[in-house]
């Protein structure tokens, strides 16, 4: 069990934090997100979705989703939660990898799923989402998991062509810490780690030459093909699984009815997301590849295989990292077995 303490950020946002929605809702959860404000997956989920939650529970609960950092630094959402600065988080599980291995397996099985429908599959009926709140029952009690899953396989954003994992050589790479630096070391490439704010001027300035990043639309949405015009679609390596979680007391004092609208609505939001981005993901590279701007690389399945096969090196090495590292690890396998994916 982590020992819960308050980091001058986190006391500030207690001292500061004040109700900013204009939502009409009697209540109004304050999520804090993983996205950027300029992400289009937050624009949709706004528009299209948060309304929606309030009409579902007939005007007695919506939620306010906020950006990433916007009110604690992203490490700190769990933390945040338990002392009632956020009311809950719709955030990357990979951020907590610092804290047990297992998050990083749980957050992204790198070349791992083919879609993130399956990761959707995987939350919700292959014991995925059970598998997290174990994790957060160690290390975090006191935090609901209201669900978890994946709405997008990430494009690769770079300024040079990277046509197969040879090519990752000397690649100076943003990457996420944990497993996914691991499986670009192993490829021979040098992984940075810093925030997604910081991508863009970053391969501007020539810091990184490629970055994990985002969903082609949010990539697009953000600029980064401006200055990287080398995409990898679809994507090769990662397909975060980001989680919605609340306060195990904001959820306790949600009525039954409240509680089954909040399950039910974060499951159609992410396969409305999901829908969403497979749809404006494909017509965005339609409009690129036409334009020509940009040389969309899809890599051929030969090379898929062979990243995905030193993939699978690096879970197996993560999964003995802890004991629950080697539980995730067997329930992402035990799934992909049934599912016909290994």
Known sequence: MRIKYLTPVLAAAALGITALSV????RVLKIQTSSNASHASLAYLNEEWVPKLE???????????????????????????GVGILDGDLTSINYFS??????AL????IAGYDSADQIQAYCAQGGGKEMLQKLFD???????????????REAFVSKVPIRGVADFKGIKVRSPEGLAADVFKRVGAAPVSMSGSETYSALEKGVIDAADNSAYANNDANGMHKVAKYPIFPGIHSTPILQFTVGQAVWEDLT???????ETWYLAAYNGLRQHFDRLDRQLVARDKAAGELEVI???QAERDAFRKVAQEAWADFAAQSPLAKEVYESHVKFMKEAGLL
Do not use: K, N
């Open 298 to 300: 899809d890599w051929p």
């Open 55 to 81: 009409a579902m529970t007939g005007g007695t609960l919506t939620v306010e989703l906020l950006p990433i950092d916007s009110v604690v630094p992203r490490r700190e959402t769990p933390e945040a939660i």
């Open 23 to 26: 939502s009409a809702a009697d």
């Open 138 to 152: 160690t290390h975090y009690p006191g935090v609901h998991v209201v669900g978890c899953g994946a709405y997008a």
């Open 106 to 109: 749980m957050g992204d099985l």
């Open 256 to 262: 039954p009815a409240e509680q089954a609208a909040l």
């Open 98 to 103: 610092g804290i047990d291995p297992a998050f």
